[in-house]
């Protein structure tokens, strides 16, 4: 028993990621000493082996990352809710405490992509990517609040486009400002070809509906919603299959920059193991889910309490919670340049959220009976035209500089500042939601 | 000897003088009576006299164009006369047109002594002066809409008319070949033009869907904003271009530079430092006086003539400012300096959407005019389609006549749909 309570304690005086060999020796040595059944000292063993494992993983996972000193905001922001009725703090708080939450999800998916291999780990990030939007837009769709998030995903694809890249583009250019960066053009033109087909999915049914042409008015283009997005959806599923493909024949650029990145990271052993990726991914995925309960309930009140309009709210503040890591990491790749793994992050991003992330949830919202369609109403699917326009033109010559990047930024100002003065005819706005 | 003097100067009739005066001027006697203070004076006012008429001369009665300067002070006196808006109209029109290219010329002068960067923003500036001193006037006069037709019509004139023209004249002149241009600039240019139709979309999307917070308001704050954003945008643009204009933009121009040796850069610039700008100025008052009886003439000539007020500020307002560049566009293609024509024509176009319309709102801001960047649903749709296919066009790098003639024929759509548009009577007028 001494014996085994002077390892445990070894154990925890572990800092380092050096533990796994000691823990495997030591329970080789253990097994050819017993004869038999598991006795006490084994299940001690055990449990205790499984406690520190359970420490290091929480060392690893929560307090290595500088960002998790935020992470205490949610549940202040969860007592708050309970304690008063002050909406604006509740949001603020929620919001400041999914921020580490899902950078450490990114984390663990990343993580678990160690153990999965490329094409499923490809395949990982492609879905959890965005997992924050998403849960975000799942409880404000189960809340009904349907103008809430169509505009939280929309806002997201315009920050992941305009904002995000712009940064990136206009450190590395002032980095790198005798030359010019150099990306892969064709996986950018890809990229923008698919960001136009959902411009295209999105615009139909909303000029349907805008010019009264449906053969029932508000019904058909509900249904032509659900047909599209289902198109969308396999046309996703299509991009996928021929990125995992044709990923090992792809241009120097980019696999230059993979190779490089591979070695650096892959030279460290993965932090955690594969079964610990999983579980914190299941806790991380819980946490974000219920602070994004108490978010999406406080919205309204923020609202009026901060007096902004709600669609400023959706569009330019919630995506920050979920974009803030990639944010940071796309302009940091940018600096070093790499420039083809930041328009990944960014790029790709959108890509994501606008042919998974919104079909998606208009094809959970049939399922939930709930009226997500496609029509984000005329405001909005113009602006959205707008900035896939601006964006699919700088990008298609495959460089970048400072003021590429200087000018999406701007364009960013100035989509802000509309949707700062903009809100919902009442026809159209979302009805006060239960609760 | 007075009159002597003044039958010398009589005499020069041609471009041979100034030697002569070098030469006969120590001839001249000094007599006893008169003393030498009297005669410095007499002299360096003979000097003076001598330099302006020499200015004139070149300023004014060099060019062919300024055939049409007398227009100008003919249409001050019919407006007075008669109340012919019409006529006064078109006489003031085509008497600034002169002006313009003299501004430009005198413009081009100035830049020779200020070096390349100065003279870059000074053409970056005053390319566009004319457009801007109209549109200012009309601001004055809270000629909202008046404004706006004319700053998009003259994009639109930039973008399609001249272009097309210049494009075409060159790919006839070199039809063995395609002509090439820089397209890095075309690119950046492109940008910026789209970023600029962000800009005025926004707020017309806003108005038009009744989706603003306080209908009318919102939108005239949201441009105000949009065009701070925009002219900080336009500022480091300027700043990319002057520092990085070197290693982006040159390959082909500075080959063409060096092989040509053209004479016109080894030419001493005609005017001296100060003539220059006592001429930019001179011109600058003419223009701002003739711009005034023209905007004032121009709802009367809409129906005088019978045609909307819209297709007179689109169409015909532009051909004012812009004739002198879209003649010196089609030289520079048949020279095959197809860059040189873009900076002219696409330069252009970029700088009066990001700089002179947002400086007309913020000019509108400080005088208390409500002028936005709403410029309503259909002129923004036109500005749209128009960079789009411009951008189209611009983007491979080369161009032959048929591009051009596909422009100019979208021009020609353009100022069809014009002819027969007004705004509606509940519009912002």
Not at chain 1, 41 to 57: G, H, I, M, N, P
Not at chain 2, 133 to 138: E, R
Not at chain 2, 254 to 262: I, Y
Request: hydrophobic share 50%; glycine share 6%; charged share 15%.
């Amino acid at each position: 028993m001494g014996s085994v309570n002077g390892r445990s304690d070894n154990e925890f005086e572990d800092e380092s990621l050096v533990s796994p060999d000691t823990l495997a020796r030591k329970s080789l040595g253990l097994d050819r000493g017993q004869h038999g059944t598991l006795s006490d000292a084994e299940q001690d063993f055990s449990v205790k082996y499984l406690k520190s494992q359970l420490f290091r993983s929480i060392k690893v996972v929560l307090f290595t990352a500088k960002i998790n000193i935020l992470m205490p905001c949610g549940p202040v922001a969860i007592l708050i809710n309970y304690l008063t009725a002050n909406h604006a703090w509740v949001f603020f708080l929620s919001m400041l405490g999914i921020i580490p939450l899902a950078e450490r999800l990114g984390f663990a998916t990343e993580q678990l992509a160690f153990f999965t291999g490329p094409t499923v780990g490809g395949l990982l990030n492609a879905t959890f990517g965005n997992a924050t939007e998403l849960i975000i837009s799942i409880f404000a769709l189960k809340s009904g609040m349907i103008r809430v998030v169509q505009q939280s995903l929309l806002g997201s694809i315009l920050s992941n486009m305009l904002l995000v890249l712009g940064c990136a583009f206009f450190s590395g250019g002032i980095i790198f400002i005798k030359k010019e960066q150099v990306f892969n053009k064709a996986a950018a033109v890809v990229n923008s070809g698919l960001l136009l087909m959902a411009v295209m999915g999105l615009l139909f049914p909303a000029v349907l509906h805008y010019t009264h042409t449906e053969v029932q008015y508000g019904k058909s283009e509900l249904a032509l919603s659900r047909f599209s997005s289902c198109i969308m959806l396999v046309a996703y599923a299509a991009y996928l299959f021929f990125q995992l493909k044709n990923k090992n024949t792809h241009d120097p650029v980019h696999e230059g920059g993979s190779q490089h990145e591979g070695s650096l990271v892959d030279e460290e052993v993965a932090e955690i193991s594969q079964w610990e990726a999983f579980i914190w991914l299941a806790i991380l995925t819980a946490c974000i889910s219920v602070l994004s309960e108490y978010l999406v309930d406080a919205l309204q009140g923020a609202s009026v309490a901060w007096r902004i309009p709600v669609p400023f709210i959706s569009v330019i503040l919630l995506p920050i919670v979920g974009n803030a890591a990639e944010h940071a990491s796309a302009i940091i790749f940018a600096m070093k340049d790499k420039l083809d793994i930041s328009l990944g992050v960014a790029i790709g991003s959108s890509t994501q959220i606008s042919m998974l992330g919104i079909p998606f949830c208009v094809v959970i919202g049939w399922i939930m009976g709930q009226p997500m369609d496609l029509n984000f109403q005329l405001f909005e699917t113009a602006t959205l035209f707008i900035t896939v326009l601006v964006v699919a033109f700088m990008l298609q010559d495959g460089s970048s500089n400072y003021f590429k990047g200087l000018m999406l930024i701007l364009c960013y100002l100035i989509v802000a500042a509309s949707f700062y003065v903009h809100v919902d005819p009442a026809s159209v706005e979302d009805k006060s939601p239960q609760g | 000897m007075q009159s002597e003097r003044e039958d010398l100067e009589i005499e020069m009739e041609t471009l041979v003088s100034s030697s002569q005066s070098a030469v006969k001027t120590p001839h001249v006697e000094i007599p006893h009576n008169v003393s030498l203070s009297n005669v410095a004076m007499s002299w360096t006012l003979s000097r003076l006299f001598e330099r302006l008429w020499k200015n004139v001369k070149v300023v004014i009665f060099t060019a062919k164009i300024n055939m049409l300067l007398p227009f100008g002070p003919m249409s001050i006196i019919l407006h007075y006369l008669t109340k012919n808006h019409g006529l006064v109209f078109f006489f003031s029109l085509i008497g600034i047109t002169p002006l313009a290219e003299r501004l430009g010329y005198a413009t081009e002068q100035l830049a020779f002594y200020t070096g390349p960067t100065v003279g870059g923003l000074l053409n970056a500036t005053f390319g566009n002066a004319t457009e801007m001193i109209i549109a200012i006037y009309a601001l004055k006069h809270g000629m909202i809409r008046v404004v706006k037709q004319s700053l998009l019509g003259s994009i639109l004139s930039n973008m399609l008319l001249v272009l097309g023209c210049a494009f075409f004249a060159g790919g006839i002149v070199h039809s063995k070949k395609d002509q090439v241009f820089n397209k890095a600039a075309a690119v950046v240019n492109s940008g910026l033009l789209l970023m600029a139709v962000m800009g005025l979309l926004f707020p017309a999307v806003l108005h038009f869907t009744h989706s603003e917070v306080q209908y009318g308001k919102s939108e005239v704050s949201l441009s105000r904003f949009s065009s701070c954003v925009m002219l900080v945008a336009y500022a480091s643009y300027l700043v990319f271009q002057l520092k990085s204009h070197r290693n982006l933009y040159s390959p082909i121009d500075e080959e063409d530079r060096q092989n040509e040796d053209d004479p016109d850069e080894v030419e001493v610039p005609e005017l001296g430092q100060w003539e220059a700008i006592s001429w930019l100025a001179v011109l600058t008052i003419w223009v701002s006086i003739l711009s005034e009886y023209l905007v004032n003439a121009i709802e009367g000539a809409s129906d005088s003539l019978n045609l909307p007020v819209g297709f007179i500020s689109v169409i015909l307002l532009p051909i004012v400012g812009n004739a002198a560049e879209h003649a010196s566009a089609i030289m520079f293609a048949m020279k095959d300096k197809l860059d040189i024509t873009l900076g002219v024509a696409i330069g252009s176009s970029t700088q009066i959407s990001m700089f002179v319309i947002p400086f007309c709102v913020v000019v509108g801001w400080i005088t208390g005019k409500q002028m936005d960047l709403n410029f309503q649903l259909f002129e923004t749709a036109t500005l749209f389609i128009t960079v789009l296919v411009v951008a189209f066009m611009l983007q491979e790098g080369t161009t032959n006549y048929f591009k051009g003639l596909m422009l100019i024929l979208c021009y020609l759509i353009v100022a069809a749909s014009f002819f027969v548009h007004v705004d509606p009577a509940d519009g912002n007028v």
